[in-house]
């Protein structure tokens, strides 16, 4: 089945700084997105890029299939941006996701 | 639009006691996923309907595990003769077709087995 691995597994930051999260797969992205997770909190969808860039507010996700990554950018990172961020990516045309391990974001004052 | 609905959020059940849990999807939305989430796992592929019919459970524990969608307003994971394994926070998501990039997330059943 589809591999999906994140790095770095943890991330300190202080306010301001930017966070750049990592995700490699073993084959073809489809249907790639990253999510994010409060702690205690539900899973929440940030942004669907199977390939190229794509902007949300402060979140920048890159994705280049041929290389089988994609990263997502967080810029000018606050407090409340903290929490667990999930790569997801499908097994085939229609199925179920599958997530990465996740990498734990920290940001302090 | 509530989002999806879980119940219980919380279920302590006893070894070998039977478990259920519910979900609403969100109106509407054709596709129904649940996934397991643990610690040392992370998040685990359990099972999935499509306009209420099951197509893919290849996640499911297949001897205790079970799930059904009788209508479109809700879904259901029965865990019978439960394990201290089986301890791990339940998720329901539900999306508007079967393309995933309308996924939405339930806030999860966390289920301890004593």
């Known amino acids: 089945g589809q591999q999906v691995q994140q790095s770095p597994a943890s991330l300190v930051l202080q306010e301001g700084e930017n966070a750049e999260l990592q995700c490699n797969f073993s084959?073809?992205?489809?249907?790639l997105q990253w999510f994010y997770q409060r702690p205690g909190g539900s899973l929440v969808s940030l942004l669907y890029n199977p390939s190229g860039t794509k902007h949300t507010g402060r979140l920048t996700s890159t994705t280049v299939t041929k290389e089988r990554r994609s990263s997502l950018h967080i810029s000018s990172s606050q407090i409340t941006d903290s929490g667990t961020y999930f790569c997801a990516m499908e097994q085939g045309t229609g199925s179920e996701l599958s997530f990465g391990k996740g990498a734990k974001l920290t940001v302090s004052p | 639009n509530a989002g999806v609905i879980q119940t219980p959020r919380h279920k302590v059940t006893g070894k070998g006691q039977e478990a259920t849990l519910w979900c609403e999807p969100i109106?509407?939305?054709?596709?129904v996923f649940w996934y397991r989430q643990t610690i040392v796992q992370g998040l685990e592929f359990l099972t999935y309907f499509r306009n209420q019919a099951p197509i893919d459970d290849s996640g499911m524990p297949k001897e205790r595990f079970s799930a059904q969608m009788p209508n479109q307003s809700h879904s259901t994971l029965k865990i019978q003769s439960t394990q201290p394994q089986d301890s791990a926070v339940y998720l329901c998501a539900s999306s508007l077709d079967h393309s995933q990039n309308t996924l939405y997330f339930g806030a999860g059943t966390r289920l301890s087995v004593l």
């Open positions: 084959s073809t992205a489809t249907q």
């Open positions: 109106s509407g939305h054709s596709a």
